[in-house]
């Protein structure tokens, strides 16, 4: 089954920043928006941020405008994610799927701990 490929995550301490990639495989990339999506423990998984298909377009979460930064590589089928300024409630998984999102097309996400 054709999946994404998150990576990029990992731990780090509060202010600190992270870039998450994300391989998007199985997809002609170019006919769809990106997102990312993340789901904290014991919550239900949650918007974060959106990238139309030739990058023009971006929108966050309120809760990581200012902090985070989407972008994408057409060429190499590839979605990013910037995270700068992180905070504690920033610890998720985190996933990227297409906008909107494709329910067969979850990767296994990467891990994003936030703490000191």
């Known amino acids: 089954q054709v999946q994404p490929v998150e990576s990029g995550g990992g731990l780090v301490q509060p202010g600190g920043s992270l870039r998450l990639s994300c391989a998007a495989s199985g997809l002609s990339f170019t006919d769809y928006h990106m997102a990312w999506f993340r789901q904290a423990p014991g919550k239900e998984r949650e918007f974060v941020a959106f990238?139309?298909?030739?990058?023009?377009?971006?929108n966050y979460a309120n809760s990581v405008k200012g902090r985070f930064t989407i972008s994408r590589d057409n060429a190499k089928n590839t979605v990013y994610l910037q995270m700068n300024s992180l905070k504690p409630e920033d610890t998720a998984v985190y996933y990227c799927?297409?906008?909107?999102?494709?329910?067969?097309?979850w990767g296994q996400g990467t891990q994003v701990t936030v703490s000191s």
């Open positions: 799927n297409t906008y909107p999102e494709k329910g067969n097309y």
């Open positions: 990238i139309t298909w030739n990058g023009r377009n971006t």
